[in-house]
Nanobody, 129 residues
Framework: QVSLVESGGGSVQAGGSLRLSCAAS????????MAWFRQAPGKEREFVSV????????DSIDSVRDRFTISRDNAKNTMYLQMNSLRVEDTAVYYC??????????????????????WGQGTQVTVSS
């Protein structure tokens, strides 16, 4: 079992940047496929980016692919989301997520909330015009 804690959220103007971090504890971090999700007010939680066990493969939704970069440092038990050229529509609570150890490929393939076993508490990102 792994515990996740996000940090790095805040308020920025459109065009600005933020770097989110997700610190993991409780298990060997490299055993988990990790992802970022976000939830805007009044909307369902949506997938943003996913990264495989060793950080050698990543994917993101089209709307952020050229602006956000997901990465991980297994030596530091930490995952990151570098967000550049932020837009008002990026405003949301961002959640760090991990699949069950034996179900990493499921989360990698589906990118669905139902396949997330562990969630962080979320960090607010607010982008103003």
């Amino acid at each position: 079992q792994v515990s996740l804690v996000e940090s790095g959220g805040g308020s920025v103007q459109a065009g600005g940047s933020l770097r989110l971090s997700c610190a993991a504890s409780g298990d060997v971090f490299s055993r988990y496929v990790m992802a970022w999700f976000r939830q805007a007010p009044g909307k369902e939680r949506e997938f943003v980016s996913v990264i495989n066990w060793h950080g050698t493969n990543t994917d993101s939704i089209d709307s952020v692919r050229d602006r956000f970069t997901i990465s991980r440092d297994n030596a530091k038990n930490t995952m990151y989301l570098q967000m550049n050229s932020l837009r008002v529509e990026d405003t949301a609570v961002y959640y760090c997520a991990a699949a069950r150890r034996e179900a990493g490929w499921t989360l990698w393939s589906s990118r669905q909330s139902r396949d997330v076993a562990y969630w962080g508490q979320g960090t607010q990102v607010t982008v103003s015009s």
